[in-house]
């Protein structure tokens, strides 16, 4: 069974993603979000809720250990969450990291020019496609 830490649990595309992996796999859910209270538990039996900020590295830790994968679905300041999310992971040796991102950001969108919109989400990539994570940016 797979046990897969889910950071910004509350965000739209996070919360679907949650769900899907409810309803098709046998994973262990752990849910890190801010503000706990605006997520209500789909699954007592496979889904834990964390309340911790990503820059809080100790409760990041704390939630990562025994951890398989790390999925990020951030906004803010998405290089320093990077980093302390590269951070944690090296320090609870968790290596698979997806982190999901914008389109855009590497100029593969025809016609569209790189704004500076999406800085924070290049910013961040550029952070982790330096680490020697196995990662997956989206």
Do not use: C, K, W
Not at 123 to 131: C, F, K, N, P, R
């Amino acid at each position: 069974m797979t046990r897969i830490l889910i950071l910004g649990a509350n965000g739209q595309l996070a919360r679907h993603t949650a769900q899907r992996l409810l309803d098709v796999t046998d994973a262990q859910l752990t849910l890190y979000l801010r503000r706990a209270s605006r997520l209500t538990n789909p699954d007592a039996q496979r889904v834990t809720i964390v309340e911790g900020d990503v820059l809080d590295r100790a409760t990041l830790r704390a939630a990562m250990r025994g951890q398989d994968v790390v999925y990020a679905n951030l906004s803010g300041a998405m290089a320093e969450q990077a980093r302390a999310i590269i951070d944690a992971m090296h320090t609870t040796e968790l290596r698979r990291l997806i982190f999901i991102s914008s389109m855009g950001i590497y100029g593969e969108v025809p016609g569209e020019i790189y704004r500076s919109v999406l800085n924070p989400y290049r910013d961040s990539a550029a952070v982790i496609e330096t680490s020697d994570l196995d990662y997956t940016i989206l």
